[in-house]
């Protein structure tokens, strides 16, 4: 096997799922990497193995063939306390459903991955008041999600995505619920995030996002056109 030489590199990538009888191919074969503070866009349809690729790279989905290497580790040479470990320190999710706990405001929403970090509470309101200052809404940390706008929310995922301060973002569709004029404003903060030191990688079937990448990823049916490996 050659060195690692990248951030992540995925090798001979495939994951198939079962349903009785029958097995679909999320995806079919993949090999590429994305270099530390690279701003990287998937693009593909629906349907095409995007989220799929998302949730690998995050240690949350197991592929049926392959190697994922973060920062030279085998993610799923690790064990299930590890892979655990690994997206405390490593990992910030964006969702596209926000998936906000509905009856804790901001600050207790954007605190919510701290949980596991041994940290004194007053660190981690100071840590999260931060981070909702950074995304803008420094006067809405006591506010509940339904009392925001959609973009607000989002932010409010992005807050607590960055809130560990992980090296690595994952954001599936973090503009797809919102307006053209709002989703300009959430790639522009995704983009002053990856300026600032963060790798983000940002699943999208939205053309205009990609400008905001300093590349792009193109995957079809289960495949991508970048054939880089490491092994």
Same mark, same amino acid.
């Given at each position: 096997?050659?060195?690692?030489?990248?951030?992540?590199?995925?090798?001979?990538?495939?994951?198939?799922?079962?349903?009785?009888?029958?097995?679909?191919?999320?995806?079919?074969?993949?090999?590429?990497?994305?270099?530390?503070?690279?701003?990287?866009?998937?693009?593909?349809?629906?349907?095409?193995?995007?989220?799929?690729?998302?949730?690998?790279?995050?240690?949350?989905?197991?592929?049926?063939? *392959? =190697?994922?290497?973060?920062?030279?580790?085998? /993610?799923?040479?690790?064990?299930? #306390?590890?892979? &655990?470990?690994? !997206?405390?320190?490593?990992?910030?999710?964006?969702?596209?459903?926000?998936?906000?706990?509905?009856?804790?405001?901001?600050?207790?929403?954007?605190?919510?991955?701290?949980?596991?970090?041994?940290?004194?509470?007053?660190?981690?309101?100071?840590?999260?008041?931060?981070?909702?200052?950074?995304?803008?809404?420094? *006067? =809405?940390?006591?506010?509940?999600?339904?009392? /925001?706008?959609?973009?607000?929310? #989002?932010?409010? &995922?992005?807050? !607590?995505?960055?809130?560990?301060?992980?090296?690595?973002?994952?954001?599936?569709?973090?503009?797809?619920?919102?307006?053209?004029?709002?989703?300009?404003?959430?790639?522009?903060?995704?983009?002053?995030?990856?300026?600032?030191?963060?790798?983000?990688?940002?699943?999208?079937?939205?053309?205009?996002?990609?400008?905001?990448?300093?590349?792009?990823?193109?995957?079809?049916?289960?495949?991508?056109?970048?054939?880089?490996? &490491?092994?």
């Amino acid at each position: 096997m050659k060195p690692i030489n990248h951030l992540i590199e995925i090798c001979d990538l495939k994951k198939t799922y079962q349903s009785g009888d029958t097995s679909v191919d999320a995806i079919q074969q993949m090999d590429f990497f994305i270099d530390d503070q690279e701003f990287v866009t998937i693009m593909g349809q629906s349907g095409s193995g995007k989220s799929t690729l998302l949730s690998i790279l995050g240690a949350l989905n197991r592929p049926t063939r *392959g =190697k994922v290497f973060v920062d030279s580790l085998d /993610l799923y040479d690790l064990s299930a #306390e590890q892979r &655990a470990d690994f !997206r405390s320190e490593y990992i910030g999710f964006i969702f596209q459903s926000f998936q906000l706990i509905p009856y804790l405001t901001v600050i207790e929403n954007v605190k919510l991955p701290m949980a596991v970090t041994g940290l004194k509470n007053k660190v981690k309101n100071q840590m999260a008041r931060e981070v909702i200052e950074r995304v803008g809404l420094g *006067g =809405k940390a006591d506010r509940l999600p339904d009392q /925001l706008s959609g973009g607000e929310q #989002e932010r409010v &995922a992005i807050a !607590r995505a960055i809130v560990n301060k992980p090296p690595i973002i994952l954001a599936d569709e973090p503009t797809g619920n919102l307006d053209t004029s709002t989703a300009t404003e959430i790639m522009e903060l995704l983009q002053s995030l990856n300026k600032e030191g963060h790798t983000i990688i940002v699943v999208t079937h939205n053309q205009d996002m990609a400008a905001y990448a300093t590349r792009t990823i193109r995957v079809s049916d289960g495949r991508v056109s970048d054939k880089k490996c &490491a092994a």
